[in-house]
């Protein structure tokens, strides 16, 4: 992915990573169009980052992304990024049965919406140059959070999306590259994180993961330093360590 120059469509990202990339990408000198479902918190972003553009997007609902993609394609027709980061991230207790609908709101919202965005969107990014899909999953798709556990298997399920949306584009020769970041805990508001001294603060996680990028354009997947215990633990034998300071913690 090429740093600049590009026009960027990032769901999610009224706050959190989402916001923190929109700033950090637009800074560099790239169209950043910020989606999300509350219009009054878009507005507040473009009316305090003049360049920046909003749009009213709900991914968990299929309406709202085909009036998006309408949209897009009327009025930003050189989009060639998409940044897939909405998601929501609740704690489960699996024995009672009225949690069901918490699930049920992550599968629609982390892995659904996802992939009805890329569903949507991949037909206006093909034979673009330097067109990017970038899919923000979680360490927690490699070891699971059990507090939060239709959180976690979305993120393992958008980890093996990502992996095939890969090697599909690359065999059709679509010229899209495929991206996934996968977070550690970061500071933010996704499970009232944002004063975990635990989590890694958000603009140092901005930092690195866009050093990532710019050391390596072509790279399949941005994973800090923080999270890469987490997603080497299978590959390194320390899986049952790992997700058992996970769980206590």
């Known amino acids: 992915m090429k740093m600049t120059g ?10 959190g990573i989402g916001l923190g990339l929109a700033l950090r990408l637009h800074e560099a000198g790239n169209k950043v169009v910020v989606a999300g479902r509350r219009k009054e918190l878009l507005d507040g972003i473009t009316a305090e980052h003049p360049g920046i553009d909003g749009l009213v997007l709900d991914i968990a609902d299929p309406d709202s992304i085909a009036r998006a993609r309408e949209t897009v394609a009327a ?9 897939n980061n909405a998601g929501i991230m609740l704690r489960e207790n699996l024995l009672d049965p009225a949690e069901l609908p918490v ?7 982390n892995l659904l919406g996802t992939i009805r965005m890329t569903y949507a969107f991949l037909p206006l990014l093909a034979g673009k140059d330097d067109a990017v899909v970038m899919n923000v999953t979680s360490a927690l798709a490699f070891v699971p959070y059990p507090s939060t556990p239709t959180y976690s298997a979305t ?27 996968a977070p550690p805990g970061v500071r933010t508001t996704l499970l009232g994180q944002e004063d975990n001294e635990h989590a890694m603060p958000l603009d140092d996680f901005l930092t690195q ?26 590959a390194n034998g320390s899986y049952d360590n790992v997700l058992a300071m996970i769980t206590s913690s």
């Not at 009025?75 to 940044?83: D, F, K, T």
């Not at 699930?103 to 919202?109: I, S």
């Open 6 to 15: 590009n026009t960027i469509l990032i769901t999610g990202g009224t706050s």
């Open 75 to 83: 009025s930003y027709p050189g989009l060639n990024v998409l940044v």
């Open 103 to 109: 699930a049920e709101d992550h599968v629609a919202t």
């Open 155 to 181: 993120k393992a399920a958008l980890h093996s999306f990502s992996e095939s949306l890969r090697i599909q584009l690359a065999g059709a020769d679509a010229g899209v590259q495929v991206i996934e970041v």
């Open 209 to 234: 993961t866009l050093d990532l990028l710019r050391e390596k354009p072509d790279a399949k997947e941005l994973v800090v330093e923080d999270a890469r215990f987490i997603r080497d633990a299978q």
